[in-house]
């Protein structure tokens, strides 16, 4: 299984958030470093976008792990819970096309 790895302890707010994930991911540099680009960028993981380092066979998923979870936690746990929202949310994009979920968030 394919993984992205965010590391909890230098994410501290917004900025440092899009920052990890457009490394982590391999974001384009047009990336627009807010949710709705981030969510953009991996809704369409099982086609040639262009939008992420990652392409997924059929019933693939990308495993996004957060390391050190619980300081990012303490930090701004509004990113973890925006996190978790957008996630399921790409996830039904994704059932809504007749496909498995392509994502999974591990908590470490």
Not at 38 to 56: N, P, Q, T
Request: with cysteine; glycine share 4%.
């Amino acid at each position: 299984m394919p993984s992205a790895r965010l590391n909890g302890e230098i994410i501290t707010d917004w900025d440092s958030f899009h920052t990890e994930s457009a490394q982590a991911f391999g974001f384009p540099e047009f990336y627009g470093r807010n949710m709705n680009a981030w969510i953009d960028c991996l809704s369409y993981l099982r086609d040639e976008d262009g939008m992420s380092k990652f392409r997924l066979q059929e019933n693939e998923v990308l495993n996004i792990e957060i390391l050190h979870s619980e300081t990012l936690r303490r930090q701004a746990p509004e990113i973890i819970e925006e996190l978790e929202f957008c996630i399921a949310a790409i996830n039904e994009r994704y059932d809504d096309y007749g496909e498995k979920p392509a994502l999974k968030l591990t908590l470490r």
